[in-house]
């Protein structure tokens, strides 16, 4: 009988820039069969409880996960009075690209495929990242996104993408179905019934977090 694998424990990081410094969490499984970024929403942190779920369930699968602040701890202060920062799509696409670079060079995860996993307004950066970096995304997941803030992009997205919006929620599933339009490359729009925005209801967020494995999983498997 074999025992079954410890879970993946998180090492804190700092993902430098020019002139600022990202703080982040990175977990690597045994043999790990690829990497997935996350891109938190609107006001939240690398310590998204609802991210942090379908992290653990990517790492139970053998993916490693890397959940990052988006924002310094000043922009934070910023975006806390004005709620502008974390509306900049151009300003979060960026830092995204800037850590799938960093992934890409890091000894440990350099060979890895990368996925990309974006909630709410971190899924229209995710994706918009996707669009410039197509050597470097095999696959992206969007949990209740807003891909419409993406929408310039959409048409350059090269890696698969998957679309996870909650049946009662009702605007964002027409966005999606707007951007849906958008994409040349394969893409599913999965709608989960009974769940709202958050997917805050029983069962609904390991809905989520399955549908996002078996999505990676399939498409690091070709990478």
């Not at 060979?111 to 990309?116: N, Q, R, Y």
């Not at 197509?134 to 992206?140: H, I």
Request: proline share 4%.
């Amino acid at each position: 009988m074999t025992n079954p694998s410890l879970p993946t424990s998180s090492i804190d990081i700092n993902i430098e820039f020019e002139g600022f410094s990202l703080a982040g969490s990175l977990a690597i499984p045994e043999h790990p069969k690829g990497i997935v970024i996350f891109a938190h929403g609107s006001g939240s942190s690398r310590f998204s409880r609802r991210n942090r779920f379908v992290a653990e369930t990517l790492n139970d699968a053998g993916i490693a996960t890397l959940l990052f602040d988006l924002l310094t701890p000043e922009e934070e202060d910023i975006d806390q009075r004005t709620r502008e920062l974390r509306f900049d799509i151009g300003l979060l696409t960026d830092r995204l690209i800037g850590v799938i670079y960093w992934v890409s060079r890091n000894k440990a995860t350099a060979a890895l495929p990368i996925g990309l996993f974006g909630a709410s307004t971190g899924a229209a950066a995710a994706l918009a990242a996707a669009a410039w970096r197509p050597d470097k995304v095999a696959a992206v997941v969007s949990r209740g996104g807003r891909p419409d803030l993406a929408m310039g992009h959409l048409a350059k997205v090269k890696a698969p993408t998957l679309l996870i919006v909650g049946g009662e929620d009702d605007i964002v599933i027409e966005l999606n179905q707007q951007a849906a339009k958008q994409l040349l490359v394969e893409y599913s729009l999965k709608i989960i019934p009974g769940a709202t925005h958050l997917f805050e209801e029983t069962g609904k967020l390991e809905q989520v977090a399955n549908l996002a494995c078996d999505w990676f999983l399939h498409y690091f498997s070709g990478s």
